[in-house]
């Protein structure tokens, strides 16, 4: 992906043109995301993009994409289903999808955008599926957030090298997607024993008052 193609549709449309490019352009051009991405976070460490505008309209527009995928499942699902079905390049992705699906359900939607091919076509198949669109939009939109998030500073750091990432990118996405959940889940439960330990004290506060309340005694003066 060429720095200039980016300064010229910057120069043109502004971060405007970032989003429609992360909306519509992966639906028209076949550059994987990593790609684009990975670019994108090289122009902001040049200074070409402010990082914070930049990362909104990258994200936004995947938002955009990913929802217009599943609205198509949802609307008119079947007729392109057995489009793809006809079709021996989507064979493949549609069985993989479909494994996804099986093994972990909504949670599938978040894991398949670290998997190239999958994290584009599985919204269309939960659209297909009527599934209900909160439940879509919190699995899909935190998976694409927590993808972004990595595949963002990793162009921004090592932007220079995206063809080495590219050709490690499920490995390296799915090994710091893992370090990501991990941490999460380790300050979670540091939260959750940091609560429990200090609720026997609120219980034991609540209890006091209630039995002063109950003794006759003590209410009489």
Not at 65 to 93: D, E, W
Request: with cysteine.
């Amino acid at each position: 992906m060429e720095l200039e193609f980016i300064l010229d549709m910057i120069e043109t449309n502004g971060y405007l043109g970032l989003f429609l490019w992360l909306w519509i352009g992966v639906f028209v051009f076949p550059v994987p995301n990593e790609v684009i991405v990975m670019t994108i976070g090289l122009a902001t460490s040049l200074h070409v993009l402010h990082p914070i505008f930049a990362f909104f309209a990258v994200y936004l527009g995947i938002l955009a994409a990913m929802t217009s995928s599943y609205l198509l499942g949802r609307c008119i699902g079947r007729p392109l289903l057995q489009y793809f079905q006809k079709r021996n390049k989507f064979t493949k992705v549609i069985s993989k999808s479909m494994k996804l699906m099986d093994k972990y359900h909504a949670l599938s939607l978040s894991i398949s955008y670290f998997i190239p091919g999958i994290r584009n076509f599985l919204p269309f198949l939960y659209g297909f599926s009527k599934l209900k669109y909160r439940t879509f939009a919190l699995f899909a939109y935190s998976g694409a957030l927590l993808w972004l998030a990595i595949a963002f500073p990793l162009g921004y750091a090592f932007g220079e090298h995206i063809e080495v990432i590219v050709a490690y990118e499920q490995e390296l996405f799915l090994v710091l997607g893992f370090l990501v959940l991990l941490i999460a889940a380790f300050k979670y439960r540091q939260y959750r024993k940091n609560k429990k330990h200090n609720t026997p004290f609120l219980n034991e506060e609540i209890l006091d008052l209630e039995k002063s309340d109950a003794d006759p005694a003590k209410c009489k003066k």
